[in-house]
């Protein structure tokens, strides 16, 4: 579901949408950021700063050595799928999914 082809090697940003357990997220994708390293931007959109297994605002700035992506693969949806759901499975997160569920009454 990315939105736009990242040409390997690329300085420019690409902006990349995907869906993630019913909430949207914008991803933007910076292989090369000031010349010293790779960035990704993640934020949920719809609905908006829904909360994320890796931020709790739905906002997500993540600095990485450049070349990471193109290392695993390249597939910038995928990675940032694959991190979403190794977060998800962890315990906090799992409690925050219960709780959720419940509700609260205060």
Not at 3 to 15: D, E, L, N, P
Request: charged share 15%; proline share 5%.
């Amino acid at each position: 579901m990315g939105c736009r082809a990242r040409v390997r090697g690329a300085t420019q940003s690409q902006t990349y949408s995907l869906t993630w357990q019913g909430i949207t997220i914008r991803v933007v994708h910076t292989p090369r950021r000031w010349n010293a390293i790779e960035h990704l931007e993640i934020r949920s959109v719809a609905p908006e700063v829904a909360v994320l297994p890796i931020t709790s605002t739905g906002y997500r700035s993540h600095f990485l050595p450049i070349g990471t992506v193109d290392a695993h693969g390249g597939d910038v949806v995928t990675q940032v799928t694959a991190w979403l759901n190794e977060a998800a499975a962890k315990p906090d997160w799992q409690a925050h999914v219960k709780a959720s569920r419940q509700g609260s009454l205060f």
